[in-house]
């Protein structure tokens, strides 16, 4: 056990709880918003004293630009919050300021008893940080104990008494109790809907999906490795329910969450308002609502309340949030608003996922840059359009790998707290094949299941993805990336009803392996080629060709499918149709040409192509050991010298 220091003032029949930082009215907590919290805090701090609207504001958003619309709000919640319409706890001094009436007793600096003997209560083991929400350490959190005894101080001994009996029952039994024991310590869960473009003009989706991307960046910062503070469903996830009408409850409830925040974006009286409900899922009852407002120009209204949203999110979940976490989640990675404008741009662009629109996204990071060159989620963005741009086969893998890290890098120098950046980090050590900085990381690596399909640890893969499904069923990357590891278990029928439920999870659009991703059509055709459905293959890689703009990845695919068909003319024409390119000075990986050989029989030109993908880290290549792609070559001493370059066990 250690003591924390525990501070709370008193005012009426109110008690205001600094440590935990919380309001309570007598025994029972008032929820209060983040920021109306710290101005209650800092008029309790100078009772009787008159504070001026421009100390309060200086004090509470530290040096933000912000309106006294929102000092106002904050007003309005605590009279409301004290029931104090008459003004006894809190007077206002026209065109001056507040003073705060009652008298405040300091209670002093009592304190909390923590456990700190590490005693763990584990569900299972997964590696993100939504994931880690089911492993938790009893030290890392107040402890049942703690909050019997902070009870205590608000009543009598008997209930002392009773408390602490009742929390020595737990905590000897607390294996018995697993269950009720986890629902007090599990983390609050939040799914950040799309914010509806309700204005009447799609052109401005790219408003209301990135302040959805970003409300949902900005408190994951809040999270640390090992300690995930808020579980929040993932941006693919969310993004399916772009455009649906959506009942809170079941869409909560099927997602697995707590609390749904519902949104809308739409003009009034020239300016553009986002209109914000948080909903609880138990019940239906709406938690909290506000309105927030931006001026069409100059953009800078949008920056500001972007900024203000997540940190007044994060005010109504029961967190405790120190000053360094409302730094997080009022960051602003930009003052300048063209720039950030620029980056929503690319970051839409970017999901479309298309060679054409990865290109645009390059372009549109660049020109944020150019505006700020300090704006580290620009360098960012483009570092991950510059890894798509290899998926593609739009330049060598190497390269756009190596263009990839150095922008992350940049991004870091500038914030190394940004953890989009910090995670690619991690991800491009399995780009790289840095085999063994993953295996030293384990199950937290983001890569790990794609590491050991690396190793040929199949059942171990479908495990770790089952773990992920489990959590989050409704996301398509981890419902697309499991029916391909399916594929390479050879257990094709569930292979392909998985892809089916994909479909069925995202019913439209070509984001998130919807109907129009090129990647869910040439993924479902290679499960066709192996089941000998070649018609149905050679559709669908048509139809991935068509849907990527023909895209050489895909077009080499098609040839692959015919080769595999039987069909060795079509086979050879693509093949010589890469091979024109090539020529012309055109960049062809090189995988592309050795899959076409490999299903043509002619392994020598296979492994020469092969040799030249391995030089470029060609990130396909890693699942050399478990694709029954390469399964022609396995008996031949070149694929045993091949797989031993990479690093990769035989």
Partial sequence: MQKTEHKTYSFGEFTLDLTRGALFHGADEVKLRLKSFEVLKFLTENPGRLVGKDELIDFVWQGMAVTDDSLVQCLKDIRTALNDRSQNYIRTVPRRGYIFEKEVRDNGGGFYLEETTGVRVVIEDTNDQNLDAQQKTLGDRKTIVSGMIALARRRKKPILLAGLVLASLVFGGVLLLKPVVMRWLKPPSVAILPVVNSTGDPSLDYISDGL???????????????????VLTALNTVLIFKGKDVDPRSTGRDLGVDT?????????????????????????????????SARL???????????????????????????????RLTRRYTQNSEAYYLFLR?????????????????????????????????????????????????????????KAVY??????????????????????????WDWK???????????????????????????????????????PLFSWTHAGTLILAGRLDEAIAQYQKTLSIVSSGRVNFGPESPWLHVALGTAYIEKGMHDD????????????????????????????????????????????????GEYVSPLNIAFIHIAL??????????????????????????????????????????????????
Avoid: C
């Fill in 212 to 230: 959805t991307e970003s409300i949902i960046t900005s408190l994951r910062q809040l999270n640390e490795p090992g300690n995930p503070r808020v």
């Fill in 260 to 292: 749904i925040l519902l949104s809308r974006m739409y003009f009034q009286n020239g300016l553009r308002i986002f209109k914000f409900e948080m909903v609880n899922v138990a019940d239906g009852s709406i938690i909290w609502s506000q309105q927030y």
């Fill in 297 to 327: 120009r100059p953009l800078d209204d949008f920056l500001e309340i972007q900024n203000t949203i997540p940190g007044d999110i994060a005010g109504q979940l029961p967190l405790q949030l120190s000053d360094d976490d409302r730094q």
């Fill in 346 to 402: 690319g970051r839409e662009a970017t999901r479309i996922s298309t060679p054409s629109s990865v290109r645009k996204s390059i372009e549109y990071f660049q020109q944020a840059i150019d505006l700020d060159p300090n704006f580290a989620q620009a360098y960012w963005g483009m570092g991950v359009s510059y890894w798509n741009q290899g998926a593609f086969d739009e330049r060598p893998q190497k390269e756009a790998n190596e």
């Fill in 407 to 432: 922008l992350f890098e940049r991004a870091l120098k500038i914030d190394n707290t940004l953890q989009a950046a910090n995670e690619w980090m991690k991800r491009m050590e399995l780009y790289g």
């Fill in 437 to 475: 900085a993953i295996e030293e990381t384990g199950k937290k690596h983001p890569t790990y299941s794609d590491y050991l399909v690396a190793m040929g640890r199949i059942d171990e893969a479908l495990k770790d993805e089952d773990k992920k499904l489990s959590v989050d069923p409704m996301n």
């Fill in 537 to 584: 293959a050679i559709t669908e890689m048509k139809k991935a060709e068509e849907l990527a703009e023909g895209s050489e990845a895909m077009h080499a695919m098609l040839g692959y499918a015919y080769a595999r068909a039987g069909r060795k003319d079509d086979a050879i024409r693509v093949l010589e149709e890469l091979k024109v390119k090539a020529d012309a």
């Fill in 601 to 650: 029989g002619d392994r020598d030109q296979a492994f020469i192509w092969l040799d030249k993908a391995s030089e470029e880290r060609t990130s396909r290549l890693q699942n050399i050991k478990t694709s029954a792609i390469y399964a022609p070559l396995r008996s031949d001493p070149r694929y045993a010298e091949l797989v031993r370059r990479m690093g990769l066990p035989l």
